[in-house]
């Protein structure tokens, strides 16, 4: 079952409202506009909604509209406020912003004080290390400025604004001041009309009524604009017939809040807040909380684990079915900084990986329960993955080759159970400490730390690698092999090596052998997926470049599959025969048009504008393989379905990660198919296997969203697999048993 904690994002419809709304769509369903009886009805249930929420916000006094929501509630606010700020006599010299508010304030102000021509300086109000505004600050610029917003309490952090200071440090301006409630609405009071606030807007979706309905508070002396003009509504501050399936499930909340039955005191949440927290520290040793929690709602908590990407963390909290989100903005690939943590001053790690759990007020007890105990279960996979900083080891012995990258650099970790010793190929220096993690949790010994050449853009970190684990290197060459070694043997495992001079004049190739025979090359920048490594570096040796990849096609042959030491866009693995298809020089090198030296001209023609390398930048080939065609490949949830209902021979891959593995859901088997667990990570290795399947086996990946999953079923397409598919959309949209709102309210 589904456990949602991300109520500060939007909140599930409280049963209650659903059939107030329902009912006001199927039998009050009047205009409240018109003057018979339906339309009176609509009208009074308008009416009494509007009362109820005066006094859930103490706004006796004052104007209160309702509109679609939080955002047009700002539009309009800020609208009145610098349309009146136009007329005045004299003219205001700033406009002013908290920090931390969210987007929609800034944006909107920069929108308006352009549209209206006034192009006043607008300033952010500095926060400090607990999210608070910085009040001398503003008492300072508070006599110049127009318009002055302050949220009441932050989404991503939960921090509750000291409204009475602020109000104090306005104290004599002229500003217009607009409080942004909608974290603030049903969680504390804000006895709108005993302060001087001016514009308070809220959004009912972010306390259990639908999208689309929102309230805005206007102060009875406050100038407005309409932002909306038409038939006269809402007392033509707001035209357009009123949303009353939204007005009556928003109504119901209120009736609930207000009755106090369904909605829990601020006593209980912060005691069920600090369980949470604890789950953390003790699933999470280390955790960081970003903002102090005797200044949050007590529903919000922010954190973040040294060592643990916030990535990571939300796929984990995802297949233990727990849905929280990144406190910052998190793209696939890496989480862009919090701009509200990093306003607090927060280092910058911290405002990257920062994870937000936040729950709404009508939870109940078994419901934090539960969300504990999957939260140190969470803790327990992460150890049992070796993936906890400081952890114990506690994880079966790992086996095979691993894959780590970092921004398209690929660095592979080779480990054998049975000897537990373990090489290291291009180790990366933002890799040290997670490796080292790694091979102690494990208690592996390494048996080296290779390079495939002296890399143009960063050095080896070899030796720190070597620091780092406090084991000793003994004799090895500039590249990490041990000194007089025909081979490095790992158990079953050998490596051995192939000098391939060209990208550099040491660039060298590793061998991975098991009783089988050659099983895969790190081939390290000789050849990537859809580009050469370039040979126009000092330490280059471009005329041997051509009978180096001769040579590789000797030793590999046409089908041997190659692990890159970069890859930039996900293949994961290439091969001589796909490269020749997929790069011109390399099909005219092996088709016998180009001899060696017409080689090295072309090479370095291509090459010629290619900008200097930087560290992880795509510098380090040309790339020529940009339009190869790698589309299709997905599977909608009822295909696989029906592909699991044939006795197919179907192989299901579950590519997530071992720590969400262990907690996450599987789909139901069909008679036929198999299930394997083969995370990204272990993707190069497994490509082998698959690729010597019976013809026509049908492969089909699986992940938690569907992107992971499709970038495996594109590296097995492009080395020629076409029965290779992944799950659109993941276990997202897998169907499962109904969890149902209800269980996501916890009620
Ligand atoms: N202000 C705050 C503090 C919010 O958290 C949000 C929603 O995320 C908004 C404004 C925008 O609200 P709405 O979705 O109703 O436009």
């Known amino acids: 079952m589904e456990l949602y904690l991300d109520a500060n994002a939007t909140t599930p419809v409280l049963p209650q409202a659903r059939e107030a709304a329902l009912a006001a769509m199927a039998d009050d369903f009047g205009n409240p506009s018109s003057i018979h009886s339906a339309g009176l009805k609509a009208r009074a249930l308008m009416d009494g909604v509007r009362a109820r929420a005066r006094r859930v916000l103490g706004a006796d006094t004052g104007r209160l509209l309702f509109l679609s929501g939080a955002t047009e509630g700002i539009q309009t606010a800020v609208l009145s406020a610098l349309s009146a700020c136009r007329r005045a006599a004299v003219k205001p010299e700033l406009l002013l912003y908290g920090a931390t508010e969210h987007k929609a304030v800034p944006e909107a102000i920069r929108h308006w004080n352009a549209l209206l021509g006034l192009d006043l300086p607008l300033l952010a109000i500095p926060v400090g290390r607990d999210g608070r505004h910085d009040l001398a600050w503003l008492r300072s610029h508070a006599p110049r400025a127009g318009l002055v917003c302050t949220m009441a309490a932050n989404n991503e952090t939960g921090v509750i ?63 407005f604009t309409p932002l909306l003009a038409g038939g006269g509504q809402e007392g033509a501050l707001r035209s357009g017939t009123e949303n009353m399936s939204g007005i009556a499930a928003l109504g119901a909340v209120l009736a609930a809040l207000e009755e106090g039955q369904v909605f829990r005191g601020h006593g209980t949440l912060a005691a069920w807040r600090d369980r949470l927290a604890d789950a953390l520290r003790q699933a999470f040793p280390g955790v960081v909380f970003n903002a102090p929690a005797e200044l949050c709602l007590p529903t919000t908590l922010n954190f973040a684990v040294p060592g643990v990407s916030a990535r990571l963390l939300l796929d984990l909290f995802d297949a233990a079915e727990l849905r929280v989100s990144g406190g910052s903005a998190c793209s696939a690939a890496k989480s862009q900084p919090s ?120 050095a080896s970190s070899a030796v720190e690698l070597w620091a780092a684990t406090g084991q000793e290197c003994g004799s090895v060459d500039s590249l990490g092999w041990p000194a007089d070694a025909e081979a490095i043997e790992l158990g079953a495992l050998r490596l051995t090596r192939l000098a391939l001079p060209g990208h550099t004049a040491d660039s060298t190739a590793y061998l991975l052998h098991d009783a089988a025979g050659l099983r895969l090359t790190l081939i390290g920048d000789t050849v990537m997926p859809g580009a050469l490594g370039r040979s126009d570096f000092p330490q280059s040796a471009p005329q041997q470049y051509a009978a180096s990849l001769r040579r590789l096609a000797d030793v590999v042959g046409p089908r041997g599959l190659l692990l890159p030491g970069h890859d930039y866009d996900d293949r994961f693995a290439t091969t001589l025969a796909v490269e020749c298809a997929a790069q011109p020089l390399l099909g005219e090198l092996f088709g016998g048009r180009l001899d060696d030296g017409g080689f090295a001209q072309a090479k370095t023609a291509l090459e010629q504008d290619l900008a200097l390398t930087a560290y992880q930048t795509v510098a380090c080939g040309a790339r020529v393989d940009a339009g190869c065609a790698l589309a299709g490949g997905e599977l909608a949830p009822e295909a696989l379905q029906n592909l699991l209902r044939e006795p197919a021979g179907l192989v299901l891959v579950d590519v997530r990660e071992p720590y969400e593995q262990r907690l996450g859901q599987t789909p139901e088997l069909g008679p036929g198919a198999t299930l394997e667990a083969v995370p990204l990570s272990g993707l190069p290795e497994a490509l082998a296997r698959w690729l010597a399947l019976p013809a026509g086996t049908p492969l089909v990946f699986f992940c938690r969203s569907g992107n992971r999953s499709a970038q495996a079923a594109r590296a097995l397409r492009r080395l020629g697999y076409v029965q290779a598919w992944s799950l659109s959309g993941g276990l997202a949209l897998w169907p499962r048993a109904a969890a149902g709102v209800d269980a996501a309210l916890a009620i």
């Open 339 to 458: 701009d509200v943590l990093q306003a607090m001053g927060l280092p910058a790690w911290q405002a990257a990986e920062a994870v937000r759990l936040s729950f709404g007020p009508v939870v109940d007890e078994d419901f934090i329960d539960e969300a504990c105990a999957r939260i140190r279960v969470c803790g327990d996979s992460l150890r049992d993955s070796c993936m906890r900083p400081g952890a114990p080891a506690q994880a079966l012995p790992a086996h095979g080759l691993t894959r780590f990258d970092s921004e398209g650099a690929c660095c592979y970790l080779l480990a054998d159970a049975a000897s537990r010793r373990a090489v290291v190929i291009d180790p990366l220096p933002e890799l040290t400490a997670r490796l080292a993690q790694w091979l102690a949790c494990q208690d592996y010994d390494l048996a080296a730390v290779l390079d495939t050449h002296s890399h143009g853009d960063h």
């Open 161 to 223: 604004s000291d409204l009475d200071g602020i109000a104090d440090a306005l104290a004599g301006s002229p500003a217009l001041w607009m409080v942004d409630g909608v974290q603030a609405l049903g969680k504390l009071p804000l006895r709108l009309a005993e302060r001087r606030i001016d514009y308070a807007p809220f959004s009912g979706h972010k306390l259990y009524a639908p999208k689309g309905i929102g309230l805005l508070y206007v102060r009875e002396v406050a100038p």
